[in-house]
């Protein structure tokens, strides 16, 4: 994991880049460089650990660039949950919830971030509040399509308690008596 210093150049540069992403597209240059002020840029080295399951810290990350892994721990393996790429976010919940992560996520391919702390997000969005609003209900937006596609997952991930033939059992036993 490297932070990135940025200079000017790379500022005006990195402004552009996030215009293109869908929780940025809402602000003026001037609120992306503000936002870029407030955050970190990070490289990641592929296989580099950027969140621990059950680790508690208050960090936002949008991907710029690269994919990072979804992975969870299940029975002591590691279980592949999803891939995340360029405009996705991760640890969204953290700025609301002081709770430990629920998933490990592992640097792909060419990995890059932006990382924004509870703190420095909170007083981004209080000095700018309409696009605050905007970049809020974007990301509850995407929070809520994680938690219908956990709802879809888990659907088809039940299994019954009840097998048919236990149920056939039954329902002889029953005829039986």
Do not use: C, W
């Not at 919940?93 to 490990?104: E, G, M, Q, Y």
């Not at 929070?143 to 059992?169: G, Y």
């Amino acid at each position: 994991m490297r932070l990135k210093d940025l200079h000017e150049n790379d500022i005006n540069k990195l402004a552009d880049e996030i215009g293109k992403l869908l929780l940025f597209k809402h602000m003026t240059i001037g609120e992306k460089r503000q936002f870029i002020g407030y955050a970190q840029q990070i490289d990641f080295d592929k296989g580099d650990a950027v969140i621990t399951e059950g680790q508690v810290e208050p960090y936002l990350y949008i991907v710029l660039k690269g994919s990072f892994q979804v992975m969870k721990k299940r029975e002591g393996k590691d279980v592949y949950i999803s891939t995340l790429g360029e405009g996705d976010l991760f640890g969204e919940a953290s700025i609301f919830v002081k709770l430990p992560r629920t998933a490990d996520i592992i640097a792909g391919d060419t990995p890059s971030a932006l990382r924004i702390d509870r703190r420095n997000l909170l007083n981004f969005l209080f000095s700018h509040s309409e696009s605050g609003m905007k970049f809020l209900m974007i990301m509850i937006y995407g929070l809520l399509e994680k938690l219908h596609q956990a709802n879809t997952d888990l659907s088809f991930d039940r299994k019954s308690f009840i097998s048919q033939e236990n149920v056939d059992q039954l329902l002889a036993d029953i005829g039986n008596k």
